[in-house]
């Protein structure tokens, strides 16, 4: 059954009780602009931090850097190009500041490629959730972006409880299926974490009653990644899970997403927490009744099929 409805109604959907799981990732201004020591320009997409000097990134250039190249980026930044590894370059700065803070001083922030413009200051605060906190992600998770303090202090004044798990979206989420054969896509890892007081509060949920919601695609794969053992456990860890229909899902009672890119690994995955035709059913009236796609769009709300 379909139902048309308002963000700000949410609560109305929501029984005391419940918990929702957000994914507190931090979008970092992981997009840099230089030139390789030859002189040609380079663009660098930073898909993972992995120390205070070194990063995974993606590099467009005319002819892409070797191994020993020297890259300046943003005027400023010295790099390294240590090792490709697969379409990744692993690099190494060489200025004394922490990655982190090189990004968030000379950076720009990475819109998604259906977004033309460039990031402007509105983006920077747009294009990150009320609750984030772990900076990582080079993509934010876009159903979040609906949330402000004002719905937090009414679903808490309703009873919903609230808990996080950590994702870094890493670029590959931007990656449509191109292989007839779904099984042959290859997912880029990502790292996330659940704590332990996550755990619990799903345990005491569910043992109390109340329906678990993932709060975007991304709270789902981390909790579906963390119970691939057949129990939810708490800890660190990187997943390369990809989601089809017929996966039997574990953790969640509900989702809310937004609509997804046609031909993605999202769209996959509601097709197979909702089913196939639902989702089709959806998406037919989400396009007759002009609802809004994508990272700045309109959300549903779905129940486990």
Request: proline content about 5%; hydrophobic content about 45%; overall charge neutral.
């Amino acid at each position: 059954m379909l139902r048309d409805g308002w963000f700000r109604e949410l609560p109305d959907f929501l029984n005391s009780g419940d918990l929702l799981v957000f994914n507190d990732t931090k979008v970092i201004k992981a997009r840099l602009f230089g030139v390789k020591e030859s002189g040609g320009k380079i663009e660098a997409l930073v898909e993972r931090v992995l120390g205070e000097h070194e990063v995974l990134a993606f590099i467009r250039a005319s002819h892409g850097p070797k191994p020993g190249m020297r890259l300046i980026l943003a005027e400023y930044i010295e790099a390294r190009v240590e090792a490709r590894e697969g379409d990744l370059y692993r690099l190494r700065f060489a200025n004394p500041e922490p990655v982190f803070e090189l990004l968030e001083r000379l950076g720009k922030l990475p819109l998604p490629p259906y977004i033309t413009h460039t990031a402007e200051a509105f983006d920077e605060t747009r294009y990150q959730t009320v609750y984030a906190r772990e900076p990582g992600a080079v993509a934010a998770p876009t159903a979040g972006l609906h949330f402000d303090d004002a719905m937090l202090a009414r679903l808490a004044q309703r009873g919903v409880r609230t808990a996080q798990v950590t994702l870094h979206v890493g670029a590959g989420t931007f990656q449509p299926v191109r292989v007839d054969n779904v099984a042959e896509h290859h997912m880029h890892s990502e790292c996330f974490s659940v704590p332990q007081a996550t755990v619990e509060a799903i345990a005491a949920t569910r043992a109390a009653g109340g329906k678990v919601t993932a709060v975007g695609t991304t709270s789902l794969r981390a909790l579906e990644a963390a119970s691939a053992s057949g129990t939810l456990l708490a800890g660190p860890g990187e997943t390369d899970i990809f989601i089809t229909p017929g996966y039997r899902f574990r953790v969640v009672e509900r989702l809310l997403t937004n609509f997804h890119l046609p031909k993605s690994t999202l769209l996959m995955l509601v097709s197979a927490f909702a089913g196939t035709e639902n989702i089709r059913a959806a998406y037919r009236h989400a396009v007759e009744q002009r609802y809004r796609f994508f990272s700045y769009g309109d959300a549903m709300l779905i129940e486990r099929r």
